[in-house]
């Protein structure tokens, strides 16, 4: 239940952001992106935010994943290449890449009605 | 509509905690090594052999986490080790820092050189949380294919060490032991390699040195 943890972070710092903002009104959607070396997946995401989300300033609102797919940069000639399976040698020189995106899990923004 | 722009990572307190055991361990001198892997490669297996020969020289205690059960645990308690048991209950797929802190906390740090973080069996989970430790062993044995480092990188992307296990067991899987080691180094072309076999001890002594030597780094002794 990978999501059911990840989610609950997700809900935590989004309550903490809302309080630290003063925002007190209804929240209409909370947006994240996830790396997709995660492994986590969207659907799931959603479900344990709806039970996580209930009975909090959350409840009612969309969890709004966008995936990131994996990004490397080659060590040696410094180019980046989108990345279809987690292959880190580099397409041109052949040398160690290393990720520099897909891994992220990040809390993006909150839309709050007035 | 108001937009709150939190562009964070929202598991950034536990970060908080994983640096804070990081500094503890630091400050004694210990070494963390966090194994994970799959159910059933070896784990407790190969700490069942490599613990009773690092213990010849190392202080050392086992954190122990097992989703419903103390087998794990009692496996090692009956070779004299001690060990802090996590059951993280079924919900929840790895250790996180919480418990882990509650752990460290628990072991008598100030008479230890080397603790190890067995983790809870699963590929995916325990790889992204830092529990403070100096390195993740990734554990991976022939029988579970070739092709499982491309399927869940992330592991062994964030290992520094992979054991292959079970290498006794090759001939009989037809497992290509190859080609899971290039499988391995194509996600992490850093990453060093152990083969070995925890039931019958071959190649047991590589995985002790290896430790041996990161503690010895870790004290700058060489």
Do not use: W, Y
């Given at each position: 239940m990978h999501e059911g943890a990840i989610v609950q972070a997700i809900v935590?710092?989004?309550?903490?952001?809302?309080?630290?903002?003063?925002?007190?009104?209804?929240?209409?959607?909370?947006?994240?992106?996830?790396?997709?070396?995660?492994?986590?997946?969207?659907?799931?995401?959603?479900?344990?935010?709806?039970?996580?989300?209930a009975d909090t300033q959350l409840a009612g609102a969309k969890l709004a994943?966008?995936?990131q797919s994996m990004v490397a940069r080659c060590a040696t000639c410094r180019h980046?290449?989108?990345?279809?399976?987690?292959?880190?040698?580099?397409p041109q020189c052949g040398r160690?890449?290393?990720?520099?995106?897909?891994?992220?899990?990040?809390?993006?923004?909150?839309?709050?009605?007035? | 509509m108001t937009t709150i722009v939190v562009a964070k990572d929202p598991?950034?307190?536990?970060?908080?905690?994983?640096?804070?055991?990081?500094?503890?361990?630091?400050?004694?001198?210990?070494?963390?090594?966090?194994?994970?892997?799959?159910?059933?490669?070896?784990?407790?297996?190969?700490?069942?052999?490599?613990?009773?020969?690092?213990?010849?020289?190392?202080?050392?205690?086992?954190?122990?986490?097992?989703?419903?059960?103390?087998?794990d645990a009692d496996r090692l308690e009956k070779l004299g080790i001690a060990v802090e048991?996590?059951?993280?209950?079924?919900?929840?797929?790895?250790?996180?820092?919480?418990?882990?802190?509650?752990?460290?906390?628990n072991l008598p740090l100030d008479r230890l050189d080397l603790v190890v973080i067995e983790n809870v069996g699963n590929l995916v989970c325990p790889a992204e949380e830092d529990l403070g430790e100096d390195a993740k062993i990734a554990v991976l044995s022939v029988a579970e294919g070739e092709d499982k480092p491309l399927k869940y990188p992330l592991l062994f992307q964030e290992a520094t060490l992979a054991v292959v296990n079970k290498i006794d067991a090759t001939i009989a899987l037809g497992a290509d032991v190859d080609l899971m080691e290039?499988?391995?180094?194509?996600?992490?072309?850093?990453?060093?390699?152990?083969?070995?076999?925890?039931?019958?001890?071959?190649?047991?002594?590589?995985?002790v040195d290896w430790i041996k030597d990161r503690l010895r780094r870790k004290r700058g002794e060489q």
């Open positions: 935590d710092a989004s309550l903490a952001a809302l309080r630290t903002n003063g925002a007190t009104g209804k929240v209409k959607e909370v947006r994240v992106l996830v790396g997709v070396c995660q492994g986590l997946v969207p659907d799931a995401m959603e479900m344990f935010f709806e039970m996580q989300s994943v966008e995936l980046d290449f989108d990345l279809p399976e987690p292959i880190m040698f580099c160690p890449m290393e990720m520099i995106k897909g891994k992220e899990v990040l809390l993006q923004a909150i839309e709050v009605e007035e | 598991r950034s307190e536990n970060q908080q905690i994983a640096d804070g055991i990081r500094a503890d361990l630091a400050r004694r001198a210990i070494l963390a090594v966090n194994l994970i892997s799959s159910p059933g490669s070896g784990k407790t297996t190969l700490l069942e052999r490599a613990l009773p020969l690092l213990a010849k020289d190392l202080r050392l205690a086992v954190i122990e986490a097992d989703a419903a059960t103390r087998n048991a996590i059951c993280t209950g079924v919900t929840s797929c790895h250790i996180a820092q919480p418990s882990a802190r509650k752990a460290f906390d290039r499988n391995i180094r194509a996600v992490n072309p850093r990453i060093e390699i152990l083969r070995l076999s925890a039931r019958t001890g071959a190649g047991v002594p590589l995985f």
